[in-house]
């Protein structure tokens, strides 16, 4: 069952385009991702999803009903904004128990949410008092009340630590598995949604430039990528580049990803050590076809997938 169709769906602000024929759709169940940097549409995406903007052309459903001024929608779908906002004088409990009357569901609910985003001990406590990472599950907990099918998650995990960030994930995967809740999660913080999406659409400038299953993705962009892992990652980079059946190198500070021409691979690997000891670098590893979602996106964005 498809929880959410959009096609050719754009939005414009004045003569900015902010999204260009965006097409998606997320099934029940699944855990899709809408990545790519700030100001790629994402946003814009996700309120119209949300029914919150009006698309200047294409269409959206969501539940198989247009969203657009839909209160109906909005009381199927849960939603966990970047930066949530509650009132922070009221305990957790307390709040989540007026939330489920407004909902008209049991007030037993509010600590059954509590406690599928491990914030029980914090029943007691005011909102105020949260930690950063607390007040982002205590939302995930608001957005939960009503039993949704489908969460939308605008940079759920923005401005926080790492623990944090990956605390949240881990009850996402929790929601997803034991749940059956789907998840659109829209971030720029690429590494991290890898761990818990099995699609992603990748847009950048408004528009998709791709979109499917990781497995697919990874298939159709990663051939030919071989990550070498090394303590000289940029000074390599040079080198390789200058190999004429490398395609494609781009360095990070634990190595670099390399895309040969197809059938070149071996001759990488007589070719590194080579270089290495040019430039005095030591090799911690090579492995073969292996692409982090952070190379996915930037080798989708480039187009340079394999024919």
Request: some cysteine; glycine content about 6%; charged content about 25%.
């Amino acid at each position: 069952m498809s929880l959410i169709v959009a096609e050719c769906l754009s939005k414009s602000y004045g003569r900015v385009v902010a999204v260009d024929n965006l097409n998606l759709s997320l099934n029940e169940g699944s855990v899709t991702g809408l990545i790519g940097p700030n100001g790629a549409g994402k946003t814009t995406t996700i309120k119209m999803i949300l029914g919150l903007l009006k698309p200047d052309k294409g269409w959206v459903k969501v539940f198989g009903q247009d969203p657009w001024d839909n209160t109906a929608i909005r009381s199927m779908v849960g939603v966990v904004y970047e930066k949530a906002f509650f009132p922070a004088h009221q305990k957790t409990l307390e709040y989540l128990q007026r939330v489920c009357r407004v909902f008209g569901v049991s007030e037993s609910r509010a600590m059954e949410v509590l406690e599928l985003v491990n914030l029980q001990e914090a029943s007691d406590r005011e909102i105020r008092a949260l930690s950063a990472g607390m007040l982002q599950k205590f939302a995930i907990a608001h957005a939960l009340i009503h039993s949704p099918k489908l969460v939308v998650a605008d940079e759920m995990t923005a401005n926080l630590d790492p623990q944090a960030r990956s605390e949240l994930l881990e009850i996402v995967l929790q929601l997803h598995k034991d749940e059956n809740v789907a998840f659109l999660l829209s971030s720029h913080i690429l590494p991290e949604l890898s761990m818990v999406c099995d699609s992603v659409a990748i847009i950048n400038r408004g528009k998709v430039w791709a979109f499917g299953k990781l497995t697919e993705l990874y298939e159709k962009y990663a051939v030919g990528i071989i990550r070498i892992s090394t303590d000289s990652a940029y000074a390599l980079e040079a080198e390789l580049k200058k190999l004429k059946y490398v395609e494609d190198a781009d360095s990070d500070i634990r190595g670099v990803s390399v895309r040969v021409a197809e059938g070149k691979e071996d001759e990488l690997y007589e070719d590194v050590p080579k270089l290495a000891k040019k430039i005095k670098a030591k090799i911690l590893g090579i492995e073969t076809g292996s692409a982090s979602l952070q190379e996915l996106y930037r080798l989708a964005v480039s187009g340079k997938e394999r024919k």
